[in-house]
Structure formats: C-alpha cells, structure tokens
C-alpha cells in the first residue's frame, strides 16, 4: 500500500525532471536566438557566413566568422587524426584480440583519460607538448593549432575506443564463428566481419568524438593563442568559436552591445553544428541497434 502511494509522487517527480531538460534546452535555444536576431538586425548574415577577417572588438570592425571556423576545423581534424585510427585499434584489440580478465582491466582504466578536467590537458599541452614538439619542428610557435589539436585527440580517445568496442563486442558471435569455418584468420575476421557489421555504431562513435571536439573550450582557449586567423597552418595560432566566447565572456565587454552579441551569433552556429552531427550520430546509433536487434 505504501509503495502506490509514493508511485504518483515519484512519477511525478521523474516528469518533473525530464521537464526540466526539456525547459532548459529550450531556454538555452531561446536565448541564442534572441540575442543573435539582435546580432544580424546590425551585420549582414552573408557576411558572417562568408567573411575572412573577424575583428569585432578592435577599431576597424568586420564580423566574417571563417577565421573561428577554420580554426575549429583545424583544431578538430589534428584531434581526429588522433583518436580515430588509435581508438579504432584499440576498440578491435579489446574486443577480437583481449582476453575477458585483460579487458575488464584496460577498459576502464583507458577511460580515466575521459576524467582527467579539461584545464589540466589545455596547461599540459601549452607547458609540455608545445616545448617537446617545438625541439622537432623549429617553426612551431608558442601558441599553435598543432599542440592542443593532438592533446584533444588523447582527450577524447575513450569516447572512441569506448563506443567503437560496444559497438563491435555486440556483433552476433555466431558471424564470427561462421567466418572461422570459413577459414578465416583472426584478422580477417576483425576488419572484414566485425568492423562492417558494426560501422553504423562506430560511425556514431566518430560522429560524437567530432562534436566533442568540436566543442572542446580550455584546450584551445589555452594553447592555441586568441589570434583568428583565415588559415590552415596548424604551426600558427588560432582561434576557435568556443575560444572566442571565452575571451569576450571572460572580458571587458559591456553586456548589451554590437560586441557582446557576436558571442550570441557564434554560440548559435556552434549550436547548429554540434546538433547536426548529433542527429547524424543518433541515426546512425538507431541502425546499429536495429541492425543488432
């Protein structure tokens, strides 16, 4: 009798919650575009998305934002670069090579990486990688796009090697013991089996990892430098989208104004483009699970 009366409470309470989410998306949507129909009533949205020189805080005032981008996509594709072929290894290693006592250790102890604050990786890649890799490449300036791009792709390497092992330890066992009759080597069996019939959940994977790096903060507002540059050279500073937001939520900037807002603009299209990929990534989560089921 007791626990039905507590069911309506506590069913009440779990609505409570998931509105909440719910209320809370919705007001972070909202606020991005409020702030940003601001924004582009003063400049042009051809010149936003078209831009090459993003100077909104300085005397001369242009607003292109491909600098941020350029720098986000660089950033992000060093880090990709990374984890994508070492996670993808390692998520074949655990689940076709490890033995069952082998991977319940390393697993977890692979995604402590996922654990470590973001901050200690942006001060490990400015104070350490940075110095190190400046010894091989005599170029390389303090603040680059190379540095913080390959500690981001350590950072987010258990989100890949993570979902990528689930993903292929869920293939039925019976499509491996038919290639193994087949005559198949262990190896054939990894990458021409297992890794197909599990891509739409390691294509999932990938996707989530891009919009981690995507939007990925201290890293870049650490190591990369604050100078939004229209360029692909990962040995020159950079500046990303959640870089910028930093540097103007974190300054003088009067709230209100022209140049307050382009955090607003920025934000949106950080927003529109983590959202895409998140889409495309649950999509392709829905297959697997289908295709598994």
């Not at 060093?78 to 991977?103: D, K, N, T």
């Amino acid at each position: 009798m007791q626990a039905r009366r507590l069911e309506p409470v506590i069913q009440a309470a779990l609505w409570g919650c998931g509105a909440l989410s719910i209320a809370t998306t919705l007001g972070i949507v909202g606020v991005l575009a409020w702030e940003s129909a601001a924004f582009f009533r003063e400049v042009s949205v051809w010149e936003f998305v078209t831009g090459t020189r993003w100077t909104p805080l300085f005397a001369s005032k242009h607003f292109g934002i491909l600098p941020l981008v350029a720098g986000t996509a660089l950033t992000s594709a060093i880090a990709l670069a990374v984890a994508v072929p070492v996670g993808l290894l390692s998520a074949v290693y655990l689940s076709e090579y490890a033995a069952e006592p082998v991977r319940r250790v390393v697993k977890p102890v692979l995604e402590i990486l996922a654990g470590v604050p973001t901050v200690v990786y942006g001060y490990f890649a400015l104070l350490f990688v940075t110095p190190l890799l400046q010894r091989w490449i005599p170029g390389l300036a303090g603040f680059n796009a190379l540095s913080p791009g390959l500690v981001m792709g350590i950072m987010i390497l258990p989100l890949v090697s993570s979902l990528s092992e689930d993903a292929m330890y869920a293939v039925p066992q019976n499509l491996r013991e038919a290639a193994y009759a087949l005559g198949s080597s262990r190896l054939q069996v990894a990458w021409q089996v297992v890794v197909p019939s599990a891509f739409s959940g390691i294509a999932a994977a990938f996707l989530l990892a891009v919009s981690r790096a995507i939007g990925e903060t201290m890293v870049v507002a650490i190591a990369a430098g604050q100078q939004p540059r229209w360029t692909f050279n990962p040995l020159m500073p950079v500046e990303t989208m959640t870089a910028y937001i930093v540097q103007v939520s974190l300054g003088d900037t009067p709230a209100g104004t022209l140049e307050y807002r382009t955090i607003f603009a920025v934000g949106l299209a950080l927003f529109v483009a983590t959202l895409g990929l998140n889409l495309v990534s649950q999509r392709l989560r829905e297959r697997f699970y289908r295709r598994s089921g």
